[in-house]
């Protein structure tokens, strides 16, 4: 099968060697977004809310450069350093992801970067 690399400025660059998004047929699928400005290639302070709202306009620059958007999200998985910031974290979620995708949330020892949050997502265009 084919698939498309996607790329766009308006989000961070790769931290390693893998493409933001990659669309295969109608799925989209985003590797995981940390809370990093793109503008300033550097992580946000604030911690986990602040780096939430910073993932989101990061998924959202991905997915509109792949051709879909939030709406199209069937299946999100959220990485958190710390579980105690699970409530914290869904306030921000649930603004975006409102129409409730499928999701796993799991605790990571270590996160790239020293993220408190990363998502990936995959899509339906």
Do not use: W
């Not at 498309?4 to 995981?32: C, E, I, N, R």
């Not at 939430?52 to 620059?61: S, Y």
């Not at 409530?87 to 605790?107: G, L």
């Amino acid at each position: 099968m084919e698939f498309t690399k996607v790329h766009t400025d308006k989000a961070p660059a790769a931290l390693g060697p893998y493409s933001q998004a990659v669309v295969a047929g109608d799925m989209v699928f985003l590797s995981g977004q940390g809370g990093i400005n793109p503008e300033t290639g550097k992580l946000v302070e604030g911690g986990v809310t602040e780096e939430a709202k910073q993932i989101m306009k990061n998924i959202g620059a991905v997915l509109e450069a792949a051709g879909a958007s939030f709406e199209n999200v069937v299946k999100t998985t959220v990485f958190l350093a710390d579980m105690g910031d699970f409530a914290a974290f869904n306030e921000i979620y649930a603004e975006y992801f409102t129409t409730k995708p499928a999701r796993s949330c799991v605790a990571a020892k270590t996160l790239p970067a020293g993220f408190s949050v990363e998502v990936e997502v995959i899509a339906v265009k």
